[in-house]
């Protein structure tokens, strides 16, 4: 069974940057393309940048040249740097395997002043 737990969400000052941690268990974390995701309040649930498990990336146009999507498939980790956060970053950010359709919990990020 494929769990995702993520780590790193946290209040910050506009400006300011956050590294957001997922950590998989289960599955084969190697061929995995795997998301990064946001939602506002009110909004629906976005995609913020992607990782495929070749490393290929793909970001929203909101978040190019701020975020940066990597992996560490010895470690069955994805991480989001985020850089010159805005305050209309604010969100709960999710991780998703991609491959087996799987969400984590989420982890809450607040950008503000």
């Known amino acids: 069974q494929v769990q995702l737990v993520e780590s790193g969400g946290g209040l910050v000052q506009p400006g300011g940057s956050l590294r957001l941690s997922c950590a998989a268990s289960g599955g084969i974390f190697g061929v995995s393309a795997m998301g990064w995701y946001r939602q506002a309040p009110g909004k629906q649930r976005e995609l913020v940048a992607a990782i495929t498990s070749r490393g290929s990336t793909n970001y929203a146009d909101s978040v190019k040249g701020r975020f940066t999507i990597s992996r560490d498939n010895a470690k069955n980790t994805v991480y989001l740097q985020m850089n010159s956060l805005k305050p209309e970053d604010t969100a709960v950010y999710y991780c998703?395997?991609?491959?087996?359709?799987?969400w984590g919990q989420g982890t809450q990020v607040t950008v503000s002043s």
């Open positions: 998703k395997n991609i491959y087996y359709n799987v």
